[in-house]
C-alpha cells in the first residue's frame, strides 16, 4: 500500500518580497518495495520548509537539517515535480484591455503527469486578495458593458468604476488580510500540487502588479477554476461565506456573468459543503451573500470569492491548514463528485 510522508512546510507570515523565480522544486520518488515518499522542497527567500518527522519519528520535534539530509538509497529517482513558469497577461485574450495595472505575472505551478502521485490534468487559480500597492486610487469599470455596480461593498452601488484593487482590512490581532489570504494561498498550492492539480499563483508577495480584471483574465484563460481568498471586514466572528452573482435581472442577464453563473454557485457550495463536513463555522448556516464583485463580472470559468471569516477570526498556522483542506476538498469534489 502506499504511503505519503508529509512535509509541512510553514510559511512565513512576514511579507513575501522574494523573486519567484528563486523557487526551487524537486520531489523525490521511493521505489515500490518500500511506498512512496514524496519530498516537494519550496526554497525561496522568505520561506523556512522544517522537515517534522515521519512516520517513524514520534518525537515530534522537529529536524531543522533533515530536509536536506534524508538518507536516500541510489536507486531512487530524483525528477521535477512540477515546472515552472511566468504567466503574464494575453491582451488579446477578452476583456484583458479592460485592466489597467497588468505589467506584473501569475506563477504557473504545472504538474509533471509522470511524476505526479495522481495527475488531473486541472488546473486551479488561486489569487490571495488584496496586496497590490497603490491599487485602490486606480479604477477599472465595474462591468463589461460599462453599467453601474448594483451592489455596495467597498465600492459603492451605483459606481461605473472601482478600486482596482482594495487594501483588504486588517484583523484584530494587527494582522493584515493581505497576509493572511496570501499564508492561506501558499497552503492550498502544496494541497493542489500534492492531489494532482496544476496552480496558477496568482499572487505571491505582497505588491502584485495585477489588478481584479488583470488577476480574472489570468485565470479564465489559463486555469479551470478560480479561487480568490478573503476574510471579511465585519469583527463579529461571522464564520465561512462566498459571494454568489448578485440578484439583479440586468446583472444576471450580462455576460459573462449569464453564462457563468451557474459555475461560480456549483463550485462555492461545494466549498461550503467540504467546510461543513470538517466541522467549520459558515456563515448563516447557507454561506452565501449576494455581491457584484469585479472577478464575478469578468469570470468565464468557475471562480469563487471565498470569505473565510473576518477581522475576529483566529489565523493561527493550523487554521491556515484547515482553510487549505476545506478549499481543496471543494474543489476536487467540484470536479469529481
Ligand atoms: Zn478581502
Not at 57 to 69: F, I, L, M, P, R
Request: net charge negative; proline share 2%.
Amino acid at each position: 500500500m502506499k504511503r505519503i510522508l508529509s512535509i509541512i512546510l510553514i510559511l512565513s507570515l512576514t511579507a513575501c518580497n522574494g523573486a519567484t523565480n528563486d523557487i526551487v522544486a524537486t520531489s523525490i520518488n521511493v521505489g515500490a518495495t518500500t511506498g512512496i515518499v514524496e519530498v516537494n522542497e519550496s526554497v525561496g527567500a522568505n520561506f523556512r520548509s522544517p522537515y517534522v518527522g515521519d512516520e517513524s519519528d514520534t518525537s515530534g520535534e522537529k529536524d531543522e537539517n533533515a530536509n536536506n539530509k534524508l538518507e536516500i538509497p541510489s536507486d531512487f529517482i530524483v525528477k521535477d515535480k512540477y515546472t515552472i513558469e511566468n504567466i503574464y497577461v494575453d491582451f488579446s485574450a477578452p476583456y484583458a484591455t479592460y485592466s489597467i495595472i497588468n505589467d506584473g505575472y501569475a506563477v504557473l505551478y504545472k504538474l509533471n503527469k509522470s511524476d505526479a502521485y495522481r495527475y488531473t490534468g486541472k488546473t486551479v487559480a488561486i489569487n490571495a486578495g488584496h496586496g497590490t500597492k497603490g491599487g485602490s486610487k486606480i479604477k477599472t469599470f465595474s462591468h463589461p458593458d460599462f453599467t453601474p455596480k448594483v451592489s455596495g461593498g467597498t465600492t459603492s452601488a451605483g459606481s461605473v468604476l472601482s478600486s482596482a484593487v482594495s487594501e483588504g482590512m486588517v484583523f484584530n490581532n494587527g494582522m493584515t488580510e493581505a497576509n493572511a489570504n496570501l499564508a492561506v494561498a501558499y497552503a492550498l498550492k502544496d494541497k493542489l500540487l500534492d492531489n494532482g492539480y496544476s496552480v496558477l499563483m496568482i499572487r505571491e508577495n505582497d505588491d502584485c502588479r495585477l489588478d481584479n480584471i488583470a488577476r480574472t483574465v489570468l485565470a479564465n484563460e489559463n486555469a479551470d477554476a478560480h479561487i480568490a481568498i478573503h476574510f471579511d471586514s465585519t469583527a463579529s466572528n461571522k464564520g465561512i461565506f462566498y459571494i454568489t452573482p448578485y440578484n439583479d435581472k440586468n446583472y444576471l442577464d450580462m455576460e459573462p456573468v449569464k453564462s457563468n453563473a451557474n459555475n461560480i454557485k456549483k463550485l462555492g457550495d461545494s466549498i461550503i459543503e467540504a467546510f461543513r463536513g470538517m466541522g467549520e463555522k459558515i456563515w448563516k448556516n447557507k454561506g452565501t451573500l449576494q455581491g457584484d464583485l469585479t472577478q464575478i463580472s469578468f469570470s468565464t470559468n468557475a471562480s469563487v470569492d471565498i470569505e473565510l471569516g473576518d477581522k475576529a477570526t483566529e489565523v493561527t498556522e493550523d487554521k491556515v491548514g484547515i482553510f487549505a483542506e476545506g478549499i481543496y476538498k471543494g474543489i476536487d469534489n467540484y470536479f469529481y463528485e
